[in-house]
């Protein structure tokens, strides 16, 4: 299954965006909150544990934790994205997942799914519904490593 993240929200705070795919049976279509873009000198994939990825096209492979169970990693070694961390290569990033949160903060450089967009009570920008829409992905991606996202 291929799916398609299209940003359109970039602030220092946060990065906001649109996720797609399409099943036989139905269309799934979520928000997004990521952190903001950071680069940094040392690596094409931003700034570890602060910056969302850079645009591109991820291979999705299954990744499992007590924190995180059965949900997907985000992969593509030429942007200096790789699932699990390499002592060989200090700078990439590693463990850019797909999982459940309402706000930047909460995100390591990763991706959380909501069904809504809010501005809380204290002026922070956030998805709502994570769970919910994290749920139905998990129902309607198959498990498995056969699965691309495009970022754009």
């Excluded at 799916?3 to 929200?9: D, I, K, M, P, S």
């Excluded at 795919?21 to 094409?44: D, G, H, K, N, Y």
């Excluded at 850079?54 to 007590?66: F, K, M, T």
Aim: glycine share 6%; aromatic share 6%; hydrophobic share 35%.
């Amino acid at each position: 299954m291929n799916l398609l993240l299209r940003r359109n929200y970039r602030s220092a705070d946060c990065t906001l965006g649109e996720l797609t795919f399409t099943t036989p049976a139905e269309v799934f279509l979520a928000q997004t909150m990521e952190r903001p873009w950071i680069p940094t000198p040392l690596s094409r994939g931003g700034r570890k544990g602060e910056s969302c990825v850079p645009a591109g096209v991820y291979r999705l492979e299954r990744h499992s934790s007590e924190a995180h169970p059965d949900t997907w990693a985000l992969v593509n070694p030429d942007l200096d994205v790789i699932h699990y961390e390499d002592p060989m290569r200090p700078n990439v990033r590693a463990l850019v997942l797909i999982h459940v949160a309402n706000y930047a903060r909460e995100l390591r450089g990763c991706i959380a799914p909501g069904y809504g967009r809010a501005i809380d009570d204290q002026g922070v920008k956030m998805v709502t519904n994570s769970r919910r829409a994290m749920i139905d992905l998990k129902r309607l991606l198959p498990y498995s490593d056969e699965h691309t996202l495009e970022i754009l």
